[in-house]
């Protein structure tokens, strides 16, 4: 009897328990519908173009009083500050005075101020009055400028983040600056970008690269002891996370990700006080493709995001190496939506290779003519930047399909990976080969470049001094003599700091310009192109001359690799098409 009367009381208790599980899914799951849409049944969910502009509009910041916003765009050349009431038609553009970029605006929490990233004085972080536009420079370096909830400090990053994609390893990390003084601290020494304070202090919310490529939202406590090192809380798994924003309340976080196979909002319920996750995130559904660049108003009933769509497709343009200009217009080498970047010439001259970026990052091959077109990777690694081998029948790339960046190789018909290097606490970037095929160049990522013999198999360090820079030097490509290696010089904070050329013979370093990329060797041996603010350069090695080879403005050449014929007569490149509007979801009551 007494066993036969125990089941249903266990049966009871089971029924209970998973009556218990059931609840707490309903008040999770109702807790994000209500942290999204409100807790009403009479609230509605609108959406509001604010922008239309050609081209891109980046880094919305709703201002507390909600009526207006600010953000970037590029108005008659260079990037400035836009003022623009919700609503309204015509922005006031804030920075016109200024022929250098201002991006990354945010407003302070009382709505008087606007910090921003700006390049004049040599670049930094400033701060603007709203109404008086009075700017003051508050540090010489940072990015992504966050301001703390009472207003006297602003959280800032080491390297500068528009799209998730352009990262390709890590390097960043975050300070504290007091404002208006200016002083200024490290927080944390960890890779971290795009960092937000939560609305009570506690917390910062970031994004950084795993070491497997992945990018991943984490948090870190805000108060941290002077020379403690915190230990950050994982928020995301999975392969592009980023651009983390609070709500209002501190008990969720936003973010982008691109989880459901376009990159969409979503958002997670947070405890502020310990960082840890308490539920699954939740689609944030919006009439975009592509959301991003996420602001939230104070009172949590709105949010502005950009819809953003990109396109990069393989051109090639006749060029005349006496005028050193290109002639005629760009001829379509690939179309449509695979986003093509980072061509490379075979030998022959009859075929490219590239690596895409959208979903998928995979190596791919077509003929110069735009016919042929086939895979040469197909899964879910970060395959990227292919180089041709001076007898076409391989290509180097780097990849972290063996859980981190590392160089490898692969036959011309898709066969016989084979990885090259092995760097246990870094990541290699950039491999590129000896012109006598004997061996490669590239990049151990924020630290240095290196040569590897294969007949030797060891590797060179390129212990480039640079102590007057305080940057390093990144391998990009070969002389067609072998004499010289032509790279980029990077500062400490990632970004470009100009040209310079390695002498290999006589281990000597020499510093060409202070701006621009990807430097491309012409057959001379003396003249080279380069990527400068959306076009290509020419570069005298011996004179420092430089100008203007190629524009397709509004439209730009996508930088990290364009490829030149052996004959110096055709270039061909990447062009990027990026068009990016402000937008604003509303939670409504009864409908309004």
Not at 134 to 141: E, K, L, P, R, Y
Not at 222 to 235: C, F, K, T, W, Y
Not at 361 to 368: A, C, I, K, Q, S
Not at 503 to 527: C, I, Q
Request: net charge neutral.
């Amino acid at each position: 009897m007494s066993s036969a009367g125990s089941i249903p009381g266990k049966l009871i208790k089971i029924i209970a328990g998973l009556c218990v599980v059931i609840a707490l899914a309903f008040i999770i799951h109702a807790y994000l519908k209500g942290t999204l849409f409100g807790n009403g049944a009479d609230e509605t969910v609108s959406f509001l173009q604010l922008t239309s502009q050609p081209g891109p509009e980046y880094f919305p910041s709703l201002s507390p009083a909600e009526n207006t916003f600010v953000y970037s765009a590029r108005t008659e050349g260079n990037w400035d500050i836009m003022l623009a009431k919700v609503g309204g038609r015509i922005p006031m553009n804030l920075t016109r005075d200024c022929p250098d970029d201002d991006t990354q605006p945010a407003f302070s929490p009382d709505g008087k101020l606007i910090a921003f990233r700006s390049e004049r004085n040599g670049g930094g972080i400033f701060v603007m009055h709203a109404t008086t536009n009075a700017v003051q420079q508050v540090t010489d370096f940072g990015y992504n400028p966050a301001w703390s909830p009472d207003g006297r400090k602003i959280l800032l990053a080491g390297e500068s983040i528009t799209r998730p994609e352009d990262r390709a390893a890590t390097g960043s990390g975050l300070w504290i600056a007091d404002y208006p003084r200016g002083e200024r601290r490290l927080l944390y020494k960890g890779d971290a970008v795009q960092p937000q304070w939560s609305p009570h202090g506690k917390r910062i919310a970031f994004w950084a690269i795993d070491t497997g490529g992945g990018r991943n939202v984490w948090t870190i406590p805000a108060q941290i002891p002077e020379g403690a090192s915190p230990q950050p809380v994982r928020v995301t798994t999975g392969s592009i996370n980023w651009n983390p924003v609070w709500s209002a309340t501190g008990d969720a976080l936003y973010f982008s990700s691109d989880r459901s196979g376009n990159m969409n909002l979503y958002c997670v319920p947070m405890d502020e006080e310990t960082g840890k996750v308490l539920g699954q995130p939740e689609l944030v559904s919006t009439p975009s493709a592509d959301s991003s660049h996420i602001s939230v108003a104070p009172n949590g009933g709105r949010l502005a995001y950009v819809q953003y769509s990109f396109t990069a497709n393989l051109y090639k343009v006749p060029f005349d190496s006496v005028s050193e200009l290109a002639r005629g217009e760009p001829l379509a080498i690939t179309h449509g939506s695979r986003q093509a970047t980072r061509p490379s010439l075979s030998p022959d001259g009859k075929w490219l290779a590239f690596n895409t970026w959208a979903k998928q990052e995979d190596l791919f091959v077509v003929g110069t003519d735009g016919i042929g077109l086939r895979e040469l990777t197909n899964d879910v690694y970060q395959d990227r930047g292919p180089r041709w081998s001076p007898d076409g029948k391989k290509l180097a790339f780097f990849s972290n399909r063996s859980g981190k960046y590392e160089a490898w190789t692969i036959d011309f018909e898709g066969t016989g990976l084979r990885r090259i290097t092995n760097y246990p606490e870094h990541m290699v970037v950039s491999p590129f080969w000896s012109p006598d095929g004997k061996g490669i160049a590239g990049s151990i990522y924020g630290i240095r470049s290196f040569l590897m013999d294969f007949r030797k198999k060891v590797e060179v360090p390129l212990d480039i001094h640079l102590d007057q820079f305080g940057g390093y030097f990144q391998a990009w490509s070969w002389s067609k003599t072998g004499s010289m290696i032509a790279g980029q010089l990077i500062n400490p904070d990632g970004s470009e700091a100009g040209i310079g050329i390695y002498h290999v013979a006589s281990n000597k370093f020499e510093r060409l310009t202070r701006y621009g990329m990807d430097p491309v060797w012409l057959s001379d041996d003396r003249r080279l192109l380069f990527s400068h603010d959306g076009g290509i350069d020419l570069l005298d090695s011996r004179t420092g001359r430089t100008h203007p080879v190629l524009s397709v403005a509004p439209q730009s050449v996508a930088k990290r690799g364009f490829a030149v014929s052996a004959d110096d007569r055709l270039i061909y490149f990447s062009q990027t098409t990026t068009e990016a509007d402000v937008w604003l979801l509303r939670r409504e009551r009864g409908g309004r």
